[in-house]
């Protein structure tokens, strides 16, 4: 952990181990002496500083929520690689962020062929907005989202407008227990240089037996004993 900047004469860097109470949703949190895992940590409740971390308690959903008749599309339904989709919910962990979002689907917006959806943003941390989702369905395991960069604290119509998106900041998403396996889409093996750095080699191959998986390696090129990757 680093602490850089909380106080002055303490370490900047600390270990600590931490706890949560599965009924009361409580963090218990304790931290040691200095950057080992040692000195003065014990447990969660007790070590050189010790905390304990409250959840705000949940408040009650806005009209538009309360009202709404949404669902997310079926294929989107299900548990994916950081997020999970149950009928109108959709949680997502930023694990970027350290931030746990949740998205209620209050209407699909009609006027774009795509599955954009006006949603009820709220996280962790008990921050709320109002917010446009945008899904992409690129396979049958795997799915790209983007969330709206401009949120409100007011529900509009217009949330969903094409200034909320960006063609680079898709977010890719993995099924975590996928339904049917698919082939890759190469077949063999390919090996070639990488061009940010000659001196690095890299091989792509698919097995025959398991066209499902695909490996990849980067090596040496003067010494392909030398696998970095």
């Known amino acids: ?27 218990f949190v304790s931290l040691s002496a200095d950057s080992t895992c040692y000195n003065q940590l014990r447990s969660a409740t007790d070590g050189y500083e010790s905390l304990i971390l409250t959840p705000f308690p949940e408040k009650s959903p806005p009209g538009p929520v309360l009202h709404a008749h949404c669902r997310f599309p079926d294929w989107v339904q299900g548990q994916w690689e950081g997020m999970q989709v149950l009928r109108n919910v959709l949680i997502y962990k930023d694990h970027s962020r350290l931030q746990r979002l949740s998205l209620t689907c209050l ?8 599955d954009r959806f006006i949603v009820f943003s709220s996280t962790h941390c008990g921050e709320e907005s109002y917010n446009c989702v945008w899904l992409k369905r690129r396979s049958l395991n795997v799915m790209e989202f983007q969330i ?22 898709w977010t890719t998403q993995g099924r975590d227990k996928p339904t049917q396996m698919f082939p890759c889409p190469i077949t063999g093996d390919y090996t070639g240089i990488l061009p940010e750095n000659p001196g690095l080699c890299a091989k792509v191959a698919s097995d025959c037996n398991n066209p499902d998986v695909m490996f990849y390696t980067v090596s040496n090129c003067a010494n392909k004993s030398q696998v970095f990757e």
Do not use: W
């Open 1 to 27: 952990m680093d602490l850089r900047g909380i106080a002055e004469g303490k370490p900047r860097f600390r270990c600590g181990m931490y706890r949560v109470d599965p009924l009361t949703g409580r963090v």
């Open 107 to 114: 209407r699909r917006e009609n006027d774009t062929p795509e």
């Open 148 to 169: 709206g960069s401009q949120p409100s604290h007011m529900y509009s119509d217009t949330l969903c407008h094409d200034l909320q998106f960006s063609d680079d900041a």
